[in-house]
């Protein structure tokens, strides 16, 4: 049972940064991907950026260039570095875990979320 938590979300304005946090348990397997994802009322789920264990990444076309994640792996802890942010950044983020698979599409666990809301 892998455990997520997520930290650091809250409101900026347009053009501010935040970071996200998840502080989780050791995965199981020595190979493995974790990721952020974000809805927001309305819309889809929508995959935001991943990392596996071999610190490849991967961001949503929206995000690319302002986001970056990151992982330390003696801290157990997910990062997500959110700059120049929009209001339709505005969204629950949730942090996920799952096995290394083919673009990390597999998600085994999820934490509880924490909303950003970006005001213009």
């Known amino acids: 049972q892998v455990q997520l938590v997520e930290s650091g979300g809250g409101s900026v304005q347009a053009g501010g940064s935040l970071r996200l946090s998840c502080a989780a348990s050791?995965?199981?397997?020595?190979?493995?991907?974790m990721g952020w994802f974000r809805q927001a009322p309305g819309k889809e789920r929508e995959r935001v950026a991943v990392i596996d264990s071999n610190d490849n990444t991967n961001y949503a076309d929206s995000v690319k260039g302002r986001f970056t994640i990151s992982q330390d792996n003696a801290k157990n802890t997910l990062y997500l570095q959110m700059n120049s942010l929009n209001p339709e950044d505005t969204a629950m983020y949730y942090c996920?875990?799952?096995?290394?698979?083919?673009?990390?599409?597999?998600?085994?666990?999820w934490g509880q979320g924490t909303q950003v809301t970006v005001s213009s």
């Open positions: 050791r995965y199981p397997d020595s190979k493995y991907c």
């Open positions: 996920a875990a799952g096995p290394f698979v083919r673009l990390c599409s597999q998600v085994n666990y």
